[in-house]
């Protein structure tokens, strides 16, 4: 049964996928281990590799603007991304590193056991969710897996190409915490 340290240990030390050969640093997930708020986006970007952070570039003042604006403190939700490694040029995810890379988000989510799932972007979405997930139309929108209730966003960088998508999005993050509320009343 792994801790929380052991998978930080396995991630450090990972070459299961070649992105090994090209990161800086693997990006752990960070933020409160008894979240009931779990964010999960596709990979690391370049800020982030460089400082072996996830969110710390220009998405991420676009993420703490969307969780400031709903009331959200980094501290109390959990942050990771599918895969640890920053793919070179950000460049999607290829389907054999998301598979190499998937048990670590699963011990993750195992241990952190999350009441809400939210996807950020496309190709999280389409991971976790569902392979066909359309996210321009099916963001914000819910589905239920044994306890959790998941449902994506659009990703910070997408709104960084289309600022008209902040609005939006921000709409989402207060459903979500109109959800936490609404299941804090059910449990
Ligand atoms: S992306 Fe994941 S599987 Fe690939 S080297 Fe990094 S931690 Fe290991």
Redesign the pocket.
């Known amino acids: 049964m792994y801790t929380w340290n052991d998978i930080e240990q396995?991630?450090a030390a990972?070459?299961?996928?070649?992105?090994?050969q090209t990161?800086h640093l693997?990006v752990m997930g960070r933020g409160d281990h008894n979240a009931d708020i779990m964010l999960i986006a596709e990979?690391p970007g370049e800020q982030e590799d460089l400082k072996g952070l996830p969110f710390v570039g220009r998405s991420g003042r676009i993420l703490d603007e969307l969780l400031e604006d709903c009331s959200l403190r980094r501290e109390e939700i959990y942050i990771t991304n599918i895969?640890?490694?920053h793919?070179p040029g950000n460049r999607n995810?290829k389907e054999e590193?998301k598979e190499?890379?998937f048990?670590?988000l699963k011990y993750e989510t195992f241990l952190l056991k999350p009441k809400i799932i939210v996807c950020l972007g496309r190709v999280a979405a389409q991971r976790i969710i569902s392979p066909d997930f359309k996210i321009t139309r099916q963001h914000g929108t819910w589905t239920y897996q044994k306890d959790c209730a998941m449902t994506a966003v659009y990703h910070p960088s997408a709104i960084l190409r289309d600022p008209s998508k902040l609005e939006i999005t921000k709409r989402d993050f207060r459903e979500i915490v109109r959800k936490r509320e609404e299941l804090a009343v059910e449990y």
């Open positions: 396995h991630i990972c070459s299961h996928c070649p992105l090994s990161r693997p990979a895969l640890k490694c793919p995810p590193e190499s890379c048990p670590y």
